[in-house]
């Protein structure tokens, strides 16, 4: 893969590498740079590639967690501040993340907080976190209830992506990537248009590493124009709002399942409510439920709805705030009444099993 480099012109300067090999190559070079290192995975992951980061820095310390959602929380949180706190880290120090979005989130929060702030680098081992959540610096854990409620913005020193990883990945996760793929797809015509050329091998190993540089590409674009959310990065949770509901209601799919879910009902919203591009929406659709390998069973769509109501990005009690589609490389933020948006998730749901 094309090695390249993408820097955001925020307060703080990240540099992303996306080539094959980082752990063998770029790596070692840049952890030259310190003094201390400390390592952070989790179990699954530390198993696979620990040996490889072992030959880059061999005394740094290492703590590791449980892999999996359920582990993002202020409790893991704690534990890996202590560690930190344990190997006498100063302020010169790196944290190293090594894992997937799970471990990204983590391990930059910790890397935020510890003595106001160190490095971070971070390496994503899953399809997702090299597309998304390695990328725009931000970090958090999961709250009272509510995704990612505890966090804060703060750009990682450096990220290398390398589609090596790729190899490990079980089906699941591939198509957990593919909901933030697509989510970019339906923000940019180009990449759309990429992914609907190629919908019959949307999880081909090649075609995958292919496109990965230009969805990190147009992500960090995106938040160098608006790292701290205020205005265009909010594009960015397109199928997001009822892809969090379903997610907490349910939790037996991937963060990007929901999303690919999502972004099929919050499609139909846009076609009601936002004058959309039906031909292009029903596309769209389409190339979810090809990233999907068809319509997963949900949740009832009442109880997902009620959990819409504790989404941060809603700006009134009673009002849910989508992200939706619109047209191609377009899209709206549709205000909804939390009765309308029940009942039409419930429309929609019933529509959609009728169809399978």
Known sequence: MKSYMIRTKTAEQSRIVCREGVLRT???????EYREVFFFSDRTVWELYGRKVGRAYRESPVHIMP???AYKTPETLLKLLGA???AQLHRGACLVALGGGVVGDVGGLAAALYMRGIDCIQIPTTLLAQVDSSVGGKTAVDFAGVKNLIGAFRQP???LADPTFFATLPPREVRCGLGEIVKHGALSAPIFETLWENRDR???G????AIVPENIAFKAEIVRQDADEKGLRKCLNLGHTTAHAFELSDGKLSHGEYVLAGIIFEAELAKKYAGGDAAYLDDLQTLCRAALGGMPQLPPAREAARLALLDKKNV???EIVVTAPVR?????LLSLNYETYVTELERIQQSLAQAE
Do not use: I, N, Q
Request: proline share 3%.
């Open 328 to 332: 191609k490389g377009e899209y709206a």
């Open 67 to 69: 892999a999996g959602e």
């Open 26 to 32: 770029a790596l070692p070079r840049l952890l030259s």
């Open 84 to 86: 930190m706190a344990e």
């Open 157 to 159: 020193k450096v990220v």
């Open 202 to 204: 949307l999880t081909d």
């Open 316 to 318: 009134a009690k009673d």
């Open 206 to 209: 090649d075609f995958l590493a």
